[in-house]
């Protein structure tokens, strides 16, 4: 997600993954914070059976390659509501493992 993008702009990623990974689980590993602050880890899995959009835009086609991401995110909860979210993965292992790297 980019960060703070707004609730339209993250339900519209979200969607937009469901459509390139129709198949994606979201394994939690470990979950705490202090105050307003919530980190969380995990990890997705799922196969790319449909077009992912990339970080310029461009469109990237089905590769039918399974993905295994560890991701960490963080969040900032106000009034019980997400102000922040920022989430981090290893785009190059993204990558590697959809086969879009040499």
Known sequence: MSPNAGH??????????WKAFPDMAIEMKRIFGEGEWLCTEYVVT??????????????????????????????????????EEKDYFDTSSLAAQLGLTP
């Open 46 to 83: 799922g196969t790319h059976q449909g077009v992912m959009k990339g970080p310029g835009g461009q469109e990237i086609p089905p590769t039918g390659k399974a993905l295994r991401l560890p991701t960490l995110g963080i969040l900032r909860i106000v009034d019980g509501k997400t102000a």
């Open 8 to 17: 339209a702009t993250h339900v519209e990623e979200m969607q937009d993954l």
